[in-house]
């Protein structure tokens, strides 16, 4: 429980920033979380924290408006708008005890708490297998042993919720122990709605069950992470490495069976997160030996050093049993601006609404300047019927910007294509689809309606001309010719 707390708070660190917010020392708080013991004293707890504890811990006041901290005219508070967790996906099953070679049932609940659409939904799965020590669960969490993508694509409403369903495959080969089944929510794969992807410690929604299977296999110790021979926490701030220097990373492959065991490791490289394929930078595979009852060291390296975050995902895969490891560093020196959400108030659009989008640097500086941010709404048709652009400075608090607009006609299907530009070089590129046969057929506006307006408008104007015309001809008659 204290650890999923502290969690919750290192959103801003994880995900926001890499170390421009300071962690400020507060006895009396830290005295107050020690206390909590129960999933009841941990609720209280949360329920009771105000702004300014977590102004004390990070020194930051989330209830202040952003360009207050980032002195940016111009700007809004992001979260007038956009809310962590703000999208669940709440897992559930009845069968609470699984064993190898049996399928875990699940479904899932998908609600949209915001009182604005969420298109082009991703749901995510992370399955934990339950560390035996407790302090290495402290710091790093659990054992990765499997992680896909179990919804693409969905459109809610505002409050909306559906449900469906999925399942778990029991490896036949799985070790037995108490495990849990996260979830993470995005859209577009880029814009992180509930859990953040790349961390094992702040997820979203979860649901745990126990497994009866092997007492022995194969995997990662992801207690033995080294990065530049440095130890790697999971349950930690991001880690800093210089912007130049190789990462050599290095782990240890775990067999406890009582025979040698030959098992593939597939090694990716991404740039920030790896829920877009587009993020990969590179990909190797190779084959290990594990003694058997014994531990094989395995090595990486990645010299890849012009972008400001990256994560190493190696896979392992010992008979029909995986093993993941997500592991993120931060290069120093290379500030990047980042779209951390997009959106419209209103949907569909008539008349008049807010648009949305959160900004913020993701380097290591307080601020990064000549960014450019565009918005194009183009209908169904694609015809672009609203822009939005902004140009200036982003902050490395998250910053929110707002344009209110008005349409002269309703629009149940269109999209925003977002662009980011630092210095002239488009940093990242994304479309946004409201589709009004996915969010609710009962709102699309026919297209067809506002033909029939302009046609008549055209019928109304053409009588109004032969009326006009027919007027002047009776009251200056054309005169006979002289013969």
Known sequence: MKNRFLSFLLIFILAFTFGNVALAQ?????????????????????????????EELFGINPLQDTSS?????????????????????????????VSPGQS??????????????????????????????????????DHVVDQYKVVDGMSLLAGEKKRVSFNWNVP????????????????????????LSFTDDITG????FSVIGNESGVYFDKNTVLVNENPHYFVSSIQRVPANKVIDLETEVVNTTDQDQKVSISWTNYVWDSLNEDNIISEEKESVIVPANSKKTVYHKLSHSDKSAYLIVPELSFEDTKSFLNIRFAREGND?????????????????????????????????DNVTYTADFIDGKGRVFHKYEYNGKVSSAM???????SVSRGYSTFSIKSTL???????????????????????????????????????????????LGYILHKKYPEEPENI
């Not at 949209?112 to 082009?120: E, L, M, R, S």
């Not at 910053?399 to 607009?405: A, E, R, T």
């Not at 699309?444 to 055209?458: E, G, P, T, Y």
Request: glycine residues 4%; contains cysteine.
């Open 26 to 54: 507060s006895n009396d708080l830290l005295d107050r979380l020690s206390n909590v013991e129960t999933q009841e004293e941990f609720d209280i707890f949360l329920e009771n924290l105000s702004p300014e504890d977590v």
């Open 69 to 97: 901290n980032s002195n940016i005219e111009g700007t809004v508070s992001c979260f007038d708008y956009y809310e962590f967790g703000s999208v669940s996906a709440k897992p559930f099953s009845e069968i609470m005890i």
């Open 104 to 141: 875990l049932d699940l479904g899932l609940e998908i609600t949209n708490n915001n009182f604005y659409p969420v298109v082009d939904i991703e749901v995510y799965v992370r399955v934990f297998r339950s560390q035996e020590n407790f302090a290495d669960a402290k710091n790093n969490a």
């Open 172 to 195: 036949q080969h799985v070790i037995g122990g108490d495990y849990r089944l996260a979830t993470f929510v995005a859209s577009s794969e880029r814009y992180n709605l509930n859990g």
């Open 205 to 208: 929604n979860s649901i745990n």
């Open 336 to 368: 990047y601006p980042r779209i951390n959400f997009p959106g419209v108030d209103k949907y569909p659009l008539s008349e008049e609404a807010n648009f949305f989008v959160c900004l913020h640097n993701v380097g290591v500086n307080e601020d990064i």
């Open 399 to 405: 910053m929110g910007l707002v344009d209110s607009f």
């Open 421 to 467: 530009l630092h210095n002239g070089e488009i940093i990242d590129e994304d479309i946004l689809e409201y589709n009004c046969e996915s969010l609710s057929s009962d709102l699309c506006i026919d297209d067809s309606i506002d033909m029939v307006k302009w046609a008549v408008v055209v019928l109304v104007l053409l009588l109004i001309l032969i009326s």
